[in-house]
């Protein structure tokens, strides 16, 4: 059924590209304009060397989508300008994207001066065909497309694009995936051809960080069997010969992660595509102690922990915030937290704590701490909270009341000497 999906996405009518200057504006659509940028790489000039190798250079160009064979672009005499035949039906399905969101790059398809002996190409020629290859990619990670094309040798051609035909193409949705940990995951990985299909021979393999690296399943099509070298590994052998050469993974753990490479072989030419496999598990939060709600004597001391537990990869950001009970208040980071050291598990995640000790004070109260925790796995940082509340201690009334008596009977002392002072000033007896 995937491989249905994926023809019934890719294999749409021909057209053709045309390749020359460079122009381009952000947001086009590649379907109204026909433009997009594209570099072409040159072949190494061995007088231009790097650290002693041949370096390549890469040239500047424009990509321009028609649909029909216009002549009117062979008016454009220009050696650089290319004219490509999608005759696999891969790429133009595809390019109808906001230009800006496309890469593109055609290099020279080496074939070491042997015959690519592909079906409609005459054999036995003095002056073997150029091959090219033309992979464009999008920058949103939604798909990848390499796709081979030959210069027939037309020793009459004049001066003016030069005629390419697309006749085997490769793809996949997307070159970087992400699967949690014992998840699942399908590794997409589709080609096309000019003709009816003949046998094509797939390998895929994993090679981690590093550069260890391992077979996971071969297919040979001439017997129409499948070779599965890994136990997780499973392929879909009846929709291969119909273009569909993915695979499903399953149980996948931490060491599982890496680059899976697809390769399908067929009359001479080997494409292949990479896709980066990550495995990515978010960790679980929570706070001690497990309350939502906390009373506290003042002066009291309590120490707030925030566990976060069974994450991967290492990287995780934690940080604790107190939040006043008005909420237009900007929130205050929480100085003096303590980090425990990272704690690694069978299953190769990780784990570890951040707390800190609270001094309860009035001014706590109704204050929120909250922990919030940052992580590739996370859409959203997680955010666990604990509200405070502060009571006075018991024994603060009895001294409140025992310094308001205090206040008192010394106001009442002060006004008793004020008063005998003036009784014995009137009773003094007058001189007269």
């Known amino acids: 059924m995937v491989g249905r999906e994926m023809l019934a996405l890719y294999l749409l009518s021909p057209g053709l590209l045309w390749i020359s200057g ?3 504006e952000a947001g086009m659509k590649l379907g109204k304009f026909g433009q997009l940028p594209c570099i072409l790489e040159v072949p190494p000039d061995p007088s231009k060397t790097l650290d002693g190798e041949p370096r390549s250079q890469w040239q500047q160009i424009q990509l321009v989508l028609s649909r029909s064979e216009s002549q009117t672009l062979r008016h454009q005499a220009n050696s650089d300008t290319f004219l490509l035949r999608d005759e696999a039906g891969v790429l133009l399905p595809h390019v109808d994207e906001d230009v800006d969101k496309l890469e593109c790059r055609v290099s020279h398809y080496f074939t070491a001066n042997t015959q690519i002996l592909w079906p409609g190409l005459p054999r036995h ?3 073997l065909p150029t091959w090219y290859s033309v992979t464009i990619s999008h920058t949103d990670n939604k798909f990848k497309i390499t796709t081979f094309c030959f210069q027939p040798v037309d020793p009459a051609q004049g001066p003016g694009p030069a005629l390419l035909s697309g006749v085997f193409s490769l793809y996949t949705k997307a070159s970087e995936v992400q699967v949690k940990l ?3 995951i399908l590794l997409t990985c589709g080609f096309a051809v000019d003709h009816t299909p003949e046998a094509a021979d797939v390998t895929w393999t994993f090679r981690q960080k590093g550069g260890w690296h391992r077979e996971v399943l071969k297919y040979a099509g001439k017997q129409g069997q499948v070779t599965h070298l890994h136990e997780q590994a499973e392929a879909f052998p009846s929709e291969i010969p119909r273009g569909n050469a993915s695979i499903r993974l399953t149980n996948m753990s931490v060491k599982d992660q890496g680059t899976y490479f697809c390769s399908v072989s067929m009359a001479g030419l080997l494409g292949q595509l990479s896709i980066d496999v990550a495995v990515v598990e978010a960790p679980k939060v929570t706070l001690s102690p497990k309350t939502p709600v906390l009373t506290l004597e003042e002066g009291e001391e309590q120490k707030l ?3 976060v537990n069974r994450y991967f990869p290492l990287e995780a950001h934690v940080q604790w915030l107190r939040e006043p009970v008005e909420g237009r ?4 980071v929480v100085r003096n937290v303590i980090f425990s050291n990272h704690r690694q598990s069978g299953d190769e995640t990780y784990s570890f704590s ?4 609270l001094t309860a004070s009035r001014l706590d109260d109704g204050v929120r701490y909250t922990c919030r925790v940052e992580h590739a796995g996370l859409k959203i940082p997680i955010r666990k909270s604990i509200t405070i509340y502060v009571t006075e201690r018991p024994g603060n009334a009895g001294w409140l009341l025992l310094f308001i008596f205090a206040i008192l009977m010394t106001g009442l002392l002060a006004y008793l000497l004020k ?9 003094k007896r007058k001189p007269y």
């Open 305 to 307: 922990e925030c566990e």
């Open 22 to 24: 460079w122009h381009v």
């Open 125 to 127: 020629q003095a002056q």
């Open 419 to 427: 008063y005998l002072h003036q009784v014995r000033s009137m009773d």
């Open 354 to 357: 951040s707390y800190f000790l």
């Open 329 to 332: 208040m900007i929130p205050e």
């Open 182 to 184: 014992q998840g699942t």
